[in-house]
């Protein structure tokens, strides 16, 4: 987008919310050896939407910063989400859940990097 003034509805800060609640919930107690794992997914998944909602109050290259690095954020989170389900200390269902919810936000922030 590059008009002059910032997006109200982005639809993509809500999906990025509902994900990074559910990741948080998930990751809460994790064992000992995968704290640091659960804590980079905390940030992570945080990022995500906390970059698409300060991106959508600021103006042009600014503002595509904040996507770009939401975008990044949340193919991070999935990383860390196979990591943790693979190693079978979180619950894959609810894992798969919060991947498919980050990657409907990246696909939706990737067109608000790409607009026709």
Known sequence: MHDSQPRTDLIAYTVALEAASLT???VRRVPAPF????????????SVAANLNEGNGRFGRDRFNHWRIAYGSAKEVDTFLRLLSGAGVVNSTQAKEA?????EARAMTWRLLNPR
């Open 24 to 26: 948080l919930a998930l």
């Open 99 to 103: 991947a498919a919810l980050f990657d």
């Open 35 to 46: 704290k640091s794992l659960s804590d980079q997914v905390i940030r992570a998944a945080s």
